[in-house]
């Protein structure tokens, strides 16, 4: 066999079977995906190295220089304490970043296990997961977050107290510890389901394919056959969900603490400033702006970036 | 491949049923399957889509899907009944011991892993090679099964090859381990005519150089003609017919063989569609006559084809030429 006949019968047109270098170069021709992966690594970068970046502390108040407008020292003005906010809007992708990758990485560690059970052993297993699941989606999120904040805060703050007043350890007063536990562990509760579905259904998809049998029939272990063979395959969906998971759970909390369920002032949010701007929005606009944009520009991108993983992921999925 | 038989075969298959678990109870899928395959031998198994012939091979391996399980019979290979054998033990006869091609190239290699890992596993593990050893062997083993290039596709991915090369690397992963015995379950029916043929004459290439058994799966009585020695016609989950290709090429002794064999154009041209002179379809497992299987197709059923089945029997004058079918007699006579 010469080269040549290879060639000529790879003419067939064959279709291109998901890969990750495939799915790479596919993404890499689709601009807004690809724009949309810079921005959300430049927003990363900002929160990983925020403390370093800010030219301001995000607490310190210039009273003097209170709500100015944009200027050189200010590139985004000051608000109504003086504060930078720049500096704020940094230290509000930091608390962005921080929230939907915790929120998401629980969530999606919950569907991992949740969904894979399900789908590997099925029966009773299985209806009970999917019972939870379809459960917990009914239940509007808002008012799922509100009801845990609601009942459960208290307490747990009472419990700080009790701890702080016992050990003295000022750990035990930092309040924004009980936000991220509790708000964000409760917004994990809320958005695992999708995930532990979507696993589901690749593993039932996946466990059948020709492939998964092919490596029974050579002898190969279990553990080998689902880390090798089940899972890279059945990962490629997921991955786009996390990354649209994301950029929902960015709005997510940008909404909790805007309703002031989120994170609380003084550590700031975009959605907690968005608040503070849209009171004085008439008179200084670029205190809604800057957090406003920095989180159309977060979700935007991690929405685009999705579409184009989907795309790059899902080649038969496209027109 | 005449010659002395050894006395004992390498596999051999006794009264094997499968029963599928329907919501109207098991339904009988293979009815009491037997045959064997002689060491060197290679063995054609043909019939209809849905006759058995799929499940009949992934049970030896235990590989059946869910709800479909053994329910009796015997599977000896090498001394050892496949059929009784502990995991363990079984999962090292498979892909060390027997190999397995799968019919559709497409989808029977894993899409996220490169070939050369893809032929690696099984030498891996079955063979405790060092990934070094592994991949050498991995790259001769694609140069044995004609791949040009063979080392440097080792780093490719499955869909950077074509259907043919991509059943060529099946194949070097079935024969990776130096198996006695080599399943091909239809390796070609997923290909284009030409690679086909390419297809059979590399493994009847590979056959002269290792001498393992095979079994190769058809539905295609032609292409296999020039490869097997022997035949065994499936029809609804029972054996109606067993013999040497030449013999039963000349001297078909089953209407359905007959059939079979009369549905091959005669002008192999390409596109012509395969003319089924049997008409009907084979009864659906569950819903299978009492009797003989095929009667209710059969150009020349009588009476007592629908009471009872007949039994595989060697043809008169005995001889490795065995059929299931009260008119066999007459037909061989008729047709010689
Ligand atoms: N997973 C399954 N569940 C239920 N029934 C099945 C399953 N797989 C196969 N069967 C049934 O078992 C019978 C035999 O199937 P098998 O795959 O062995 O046929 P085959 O002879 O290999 O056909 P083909 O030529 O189409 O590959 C068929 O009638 C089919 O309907
Ligand atoms: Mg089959």
């Known amino acids: 066999m010469s080269d040549m006949a290879l060639k000529q019968e790879d003419v067939r047109g064959e279709p291109p079977v998901n890969l990750w270098r495939d799915a790479w170069y596919r993404l890499k021709q689709n601009r807004m995906a690809l724009t949309s992966l810079v921005i959300i690594l430049a927003l990363a970068f900002i929160a990983v190295f925020g403390p370093w970046l800010t030219p301001y502390d995000f607490l310190s108040q210039d009273l003097i220089a209170r709500n100015q407008p944009p200027t050189w020292a200010h590139p985004f003005g000051t608000d109504e304490l003086g504060r930078d906010v720049l500096s704020r809007v940094i230290y509000g992708t930091r608390t962005a970043f921080i929230v939907a990758i915790s929120v998401t990485a629980v969530a999606t560690l919950i569907g991992i296990v949740l969904g894979a059970l399900a789908g590997y052993f099925g029966g009773l297993f299985d209806r009970f997961v999917m019972w939870f699941t379809d459960m917990t989606m009914s239940v509007p999120q808002l008012l799922l977050v509100v009801v845990i904040n609601a009942s459960l805060k208290p307490p747990l703050a009472r419990w700080m107290e009790a701890q702080y007043l016992e050990t003295l350890n000022p750990i035990y007063r930092n309040s924004i510890i009980i936000d991220f536990v509790l708000v964000f562990g409760s917004m994990a509760l809320i958005t695992w389901p999708p995930y532990a579905r979507l696993v589901r259904a690749q593993v039932l998809s996946v466990r059948n394919r020709p492939y998964v049998t092919a490596a029974r029939a050579l002898g190969l272990s279990t553990p080998v056959i689902i880390a090798r063979y089940i899972v890279p395959n059945a990962l490629g969906p997921l991955i786009v969900a996390v990354s649209a998971g994301l950029g929902t759970a960015m709005v997510l909390e940008s909404a909790f603490s805007f309703l002031g369920i989120g994170v609380n002032p003084p550590m700031p949010s975009w959605g907690n400033m968005i608040a503070d701007g849209l009171r004085v929005w008439r008179n200084y606009p670029h205190l809604l702006l800057a957090p406003a944009m920095m989180l159309a520009l977060a979700t935007v991108a991690f929405s685009f970036l999705g579409d184009g993983l989907n795309d790059a992921l899902n080649p038969k999925g496209q027109k | ?336």
């Open chain 2, 1 to 336: 491949m005449a010659g002395e038989k050894p006395q004992e075969p390498l596999l051999n298959v006794r009264d094997l049923s499968i029963e599928v678990a329907t919501r109207n109870g098991p339904a009988r899928i293979v009815d009491g399957i037997s045959l064997t395959v002689d060491k060197g031998e290679t063995l054609g198994v043909v019939g209809e889509s849905g006759c058995g012939k799929s499940l009949t091979m992934l049970s030896l391996l235990g590989l059946l899907p869910n709800k479909i399980s053994v329910i009796g019979g015997s599977a000896i290979f090498k001394g050892r009944d496949l059929l009784a054998m502990p995991h363990r033990e079984l999962r090292k006869v498979r892909g060390g011991e027997i190999g397995f091609v799968f019919q559709d190239p497409m989808t029977s290699l894993n899409p996220v892993v490169r070939i050369g890992q893809q032929v690696m596993e099984p030498l891996l593990y079955h063979r405790n090679m060092s990934r070094a050893e592994a991949r050498k062997r991995a790259g001769e083993l694609l140069k044995l099964v004609g791949i040009p290039g063979a080392e440097e596709r080792l780093d490719n991915y499955p869909h950077e090859l074509s259907g043919g090369m991509r059943q060529r690397v099946m194949i070097a992963i079935g024969l990776a381990c130096d198996p006695a015995l080599l399943i091909a379950d239809e390796p070609t029916t997923a290909l284009d005519v030409t690679i086909q043929a390419q297809i059979v004459d590399i493994v009847k290439e590979l056959r002269a150089k290792l001498g393992m058994s095979i079994v190769w799966i058809t539905h295609d009585l032609a292409l296999i003609a020039g490869l097997v020695d022997r035949v065994v016609v499936l029809y609804a989950g029972t054996v109606v017919e067993d013999a040497p290709v030449d013999v039963l090429y000349e001297n078909p002794a089953h209407p359905y063989t007959r059939g079979l064999l009369a549905s091959i154009p005669r002008l192999k041209d390409e596109g012509a569609e395969k003319l089924s002179s049997i008409g009907g379809t084979p009864p659906e497992p569950g819903r299978r006559p009492a009797g003989c299987a095929f009667a209710p197709r059969c150009p020349i059923a009588r009476a007592e084809c629908e009471r009872a089945a007949p039994a595989l029997e060697p043809l008169k004058g005995g001889g490795p030429h065995r059929v299931a079918c009260f008119a066999a007699g007459e037909i061989a006579e008729a047709v010689a």
